[in-house]
């Protein structure tokens, strides 16, 4: 009878179903409107808060913006100076100078200190110099206000340039100029811009190795003594505190910083002189073109910039522009394109079409932007092109003032660059006003093709086309990066005598020369964690070395066990693939470990061929005949090592700034060894490694090192 129950009621269900009326189908809904149909209020004029403004003393200009919304303070110092004031065979001196302004520390503390320091109070302190500005920022919780404005304030006013620190932010812009020419769009966006504004101006100057190699640490001081000084400088400082006590804080804070320089003056004027070409730079490793198509720009300040923006918007600026519906849509040549007419605060900009496109179109591509160029500067525009780019660059200022930091860090921009205090209202009225008629006028006036400079990054076998079919005959561009000369610290009588007394010291510091002498062979077993910026990952590693130049890893990964073996002069490599020689790459990170060994290292005042030269109180340069290089830093009251800075060839071929920071000394067989040690590559936390246990003279035999898995 159960069974039978669910039967019945769905008869019975049926039957209802059939004496009920049948439902009337439902009303037809209403159309959505279309986003076409939607109306939004016209933009309000930006509103600018009132912004505190004050000249101390000693000359130092003041703008305080209250701000207590959160419990947050955060401020930012402007120098007047930048790369432009570089002498131009010390290209690179004002980058390194703000590098180092904060990692090189204060007269107080180093900058490892200072990071300590910040992070346990999650606040920050960061300074640098680019083109045309140099700065020193803050951020901090309110409650941690006067700390953090101690550090800034010691950063700005008494940077102490430390040389491990200098030389670590070389090996930097070294290794970035190994590396300049891996990407296609970064050449062509440089060698445009150095061709544009000339390669002997300040605006064209390229970094080089020997550049670099030139700095020093006097350079710097005298850099930082020329232009940071009160009168030059601007202090803007928003966040929750009450004007009026802010003022005094900063008054008395920098009151002792009266240093006076004569005023600094105006950077290089940009040259005028049209660099119109066709360039090409050969890359043969590449399958498409990177292109940058244009010539000189304006100024933010010229009356006909809010129409040139609009223009270039309409040109190049989005799916919607003309570029893009050509040469990516239409015809399906570029991967990318757009445009972009640059305008600078106190200089000329760059206007540049730039982009990607399949090899073998690359000059049919360049062919279409150039027409697209003469058709805007034939005819009006349309109504619709017109509006959807005045609405693009109107809205887009609404996100360039829409927080309080951001207004003020715009105002004092404008302040800086000598700008009137109410130019955004003026420039969002102009921008407002633009018409079709005014397009069509700069397009004729500022747009000039035959000025043009092309520039093209790319495979030349491989395009359809050669470039000479644009009508113009094609440079070559040379992109070979000058050997880097050897730079070593001056080994001098007095250098090395200093060198070998400040080694010895170390040596006694971690249990005698005689001791490190006795060390015939080493066994660490490591515990290897990867910082999670570089993956996170865990490593069990083990390594050993025999005299003289025995070496072998065996690392445990968590996709299987990894084994190494080197004799210095070759060897070989084991994965779960399979067993290979070593690389070329891979022999050289040998033999450079082989060359900064600890217990070798510290006995290379009694090894052959190699020199040990003091930089300074507390810095070794030890270099050997094979070209090896590596600084040791010397904890001045302990005499143990502190850190080693070096480079180290990376897998690619190209150089690494490397620092590897020794902490935890425990005693084995009567030395002092590190048992933590902090790896950073290019100036970033690399590794964290832990040593779990240390072997000395076991009594290893070649053989042992050698047997493959």
Same mark, same amino acid.
């Given at each position: 009878m159960r069974a039978a129950l669910p039967v019945l009621c769905l008869l019975a269900a049926a039957v209802l179903a059939a004496q009920t009326p049948a439902a009337k189908p439902p009303a037809a809904r209403p159309a959505a409107p279309s986003y076409k149909d939607l109306k939004y209020p016209t933009l309000r004029p930006i509103q600018i808060p009132p912004v505190a403004t004050f000249t101390l003393p000693n000359g130092l200009r003041?703008?305080?913006?209250?701000?207590?919304?959160?419990?947050?303070?955060?401020?930012?110092?402007?120098?007047?100076?930048?790369?432009?004031?570089?002498?131009?065979d010390k290209v690179g001196l004002a980058t390194v100078t703000g590098m180092v302004m904060r990692t090189g520390g204060?007269?107080?503390?180093?900058?490892?200190?200072?990071?300590?320091?910040?992070?346990?109070?999650?606040?920050?302190?960061?300074?640098?110099?680019?083109?045309?500005?140099?700065?020193?920022?803050?951020?901090?919780?309110?409650?941690?206000?006067?700390?953090?404005?101690?550090?800034?304030?010691?950063?700005?006013?008494?940077?102490?340039?430390?040389?491990?620190?200098?030389?670590?932010?070389?090996?930097?812009?070294?290794?970035?100029i190994a590396r300049r020419n891996d990407d296609e769009h970064g050449i062509a966006q440089r060698e445009f811009a150095n061709i544009v504004y000339g390669r002997s101006t300040p605006y064209g100057w390229q970094i080089e190795y020997a550049t670099v190699n030139r700095i020093q640490r006097e350079d710097l001081l005298g850099f930082y003594r020329r232009y940071f000084f009160p009168a030059n400088t601007m202090l803007a400082i928003r966040g929750d505190f009450s004007t009026a006590q802010m003022k005094a804080r900063i008054e008395k804070l920098f009151a002792d910083w009266t240093v006076e320089q004569p005023k600094v003056p105006a950077f290089p004027a940009v040259q005028r002189e049209s660099a119109a070409g066709v360039y090409l730079a050969s890359k043969n490793d590449v399958t498409q073109t990177a292109f940058v198509v244009g010539h /000189? =720009? &304006?100024?933010? %300040?010229? !009356?006909? @910039?809010?129409?040139?923006?609009?223009?270039?918007?309409? /040109? =190049? &600026?989005?799916? %919607?522009? !003309?570029? @893009?519906?050509?040469?990516?849509?239409?015809l399906g040549y570029a991967y990318s394109i757009s445009a972009d007419w640059g305008a600078d605060f106190d200089h000329p900009g760059?206007?540049?079409?730039?982009?990607?496109?399949?090899?073998?179109?690359?000059?049919?591509?360049?062919?279409?932007?150039?027409q697209e160029i003469e058709r805007i500067r034939s005819g009006e525009v349309s109504e619709s092109e017109l509006q959807i780019a005045k609405d693009t660059a109107l809205n887009s200022m609404v996100f360039e003032f829409d927080t309080k930091a951001k207004?003020?860090?715009?105002?004092?921009?404008?302040?800086?660059?000598?700008?009137?205090?109410?130019?955004?209202?003026r420039y969002q009225k102009a921008l407002a006003a633009v018409s079709r008629a005014d397009v069509l006028r700069v397009a004729r006036e500022h747009l000039s093709p035959k000025d043009l400079t092309i520039v093209a990054v790319g495979k030349p076998e491989d395009f359809g086309k050669p470039l000479s079919a644009l009508g113009a005959p094609v440079k070559t561009l040379d992109l070979t990066i000058p050997e880097p000369p050897s730079e070593k610290a001056a080994a001098d009588p007095g250098s090395l005598a200093k060198g070998k007394q400040l080694l010895q010291r170390v040596q006694e510091a971690v249990g005698g020369a005689a001791k490190l002498a006795a060390v015939r062979d080493v066994v660490e077993v490591i515990d290897f964690r990867l910082d999670q910026s570089a993956g996170g990952m865990k490593v069990k590693q083990t390594d050993v070395w025999?005299?003289?130049?025995?070496?072998?890893?065996?690392?445990?990964?968590?996709?299987?066990?990894?084994?190494?073996?080197?004799?210095?002069?070759?060897?070989?490599?084991?994965?779960?693939?399979?067993?290979?020689?070593?690389?070329?790459?891979?022999?050289?990170?040998?033999?450079?470990d082989l060359f900064r060994l600890y217990?070798?290292?510290?006995?290379?005042?009694?090894?052959?061929?190699?020199?040990?030269?003091?930089?300074?109180?507390?810095?070794?340069?030890?270099?050997?005949?094979?070209?090896?290089?590596?600084?040791?830093?010397?904890?001045s009251q302990t005499g143990l090592p502190e850190k080693v800075t070096y480079e180290s060839v990376q897998m690619a071929g190209t150089p690494m700034a490397v620092e590897d920071r020794y902490a935890d000394f425990q005693e084995v067989n009567g030395l002092k060894v590190p048992h933590k040690i902090t790896i950073?590559?290019?100036?970033?936390?690399?590794?964290?490694?832990?040593?779990?246990e240390y072997k000395l003279n076991t009594g290893l035999k070649p053989e042992d090192l050698k047997k493959q898995p």
């Open positions: 003041l703008y305080l913006l209250e701000d207590h919304e959160l419990p947050l303070v955060s401020g930012t110092a402007l120098v007047r100076t930048g790369n432009l004031f570089d002498p131009a204060t007269r107080t503390k180093t900058g490892d200190q200072l990071d300590v320091e910040l992070e346990n109070i999650a606040a920050s302190v960061e300074a640098g110099i680019g083109e045309s500005t140099g700065s020193v920022s803050f951020s901090t919780l309110k409650e941690n206000t006067d700390e953090v404005l101690g550090v800034f304030h010691d950063v700005l006013t008494a940077p102490e340039f430390r040389q491990d620190k200098i030389d670590l932010a070389k090996t930097q812009l070294r290794s970035s /000189l =720009g &304006g100024m933010v %300040s010229d !009356r006909d @910039f809010p129409a040139l923006e609009v223009m270039a918007d309409i /040109l =190049g &600026g989005g799916f %919607s522009s !003309r570029l @893009f519906r050509k040469v990516r849509t239409q760059l206007f540049r079409i730039s982009g990607s496109t399949k090899s073998a179109s690359t000059t049919d591509t360049i062919q279409a932007v150039q207004t003020l860090g715009r105002l004092l921009t404008y302040e800086y660059f000598g700008y009137p205090k109410d130019f955004i209202q025999l005299e003289p130049n025995h070496f072998r890893q065996d690392s445990e990964m968590p996709f299987g066990k990894i084994s190494a073996y080197s004799d210095g002069q070759s060897g070989w490599v084991h994965t779960p693939q399979g067993t290979g020689p070593l690389g070329a790459a891979q022999l050289k990170q040998v033999q450079g217990f070798r290292f510290l006995l290379s005042d009694q090894i052959p061929g190699r020199t040990v030269t003091a930089v300074s109180d507390d810095t070794l340069e030890i270099s050997d005949r094979e070209g090896h290089s590596a600084r040791l830093v010397v904890n950073e590559r290019g100036g970033r936390k690399f590794a964290d490694l832990t040593v779990m």
